[in-house]
Nanobody, 128 residues
Framework: QVQLVESGGGPVQAGGSLTLSCITS????????MAWLRQAPGKEREGVSC?????????YYAEGVKGRFTVSRDNAKNTLTLHMVNLKPEDTGMYYC????????????????????WGQGIQVTVSS
């Protein structure tokens, strides 16, 4: 019954923008730190961003996307968003929405070990 469904991906030229959305259901959205991960062809899946479940909604970003990506959450709509600007070819990959263990904190480095639910992924392709 738990579902995380991404949308908003697609092809874009370098320097362009995209906004990814993740609509969740069947889970207590407010309890979970929420995260975005991505996987480029032939490479390991890596953490991109995370936002805590606390009132402060502390945000974390991988070094390569700081200043270009913005993560946010809407607890009333059970929705996670990633706004991406100034996209680069190296941003190309499959992007995944994920919910982290509610007993664990956001962590870019340890994100994969803390995930309890995954979305199906959505493709982002940035052409040069």
């Amino acid at each position: 019954q738990v579902q995380l469904v991404e949308s908003g991906g697609g092809p874009v030229q370098a320097g362009g923008s995209l906004t990814l959305s993740c609509i969740t259901s069947g889970m207590l959205f407010y309890d979970h730190p929420m995260a975005w991960l991505r996987q480029a062809p032939g490479k390991e899946r890596e953490g991109v961003s995370c936002i805590s479940e606390t009132r402060s909604e502390t945000k974390y970003y991988a070094e390569g996307v700081k200043g270009r990506f913005t993560v946010s959450r809407d607890n009333a709509k059970n929705t996670l968003t990633l706004h991406m600007v100034n996209l680069k070819p190296e941003d190309t990959g499959m992007y995944y929405c994920a919910a982290l263990d509610p007993n664990r904190l956001c962590s870019i480095a340890s994100m994969k070990e803390r995930i309890v639910y995954w979305g199906q992924g959505i493709q982002v392709t940035v052409s040069s």
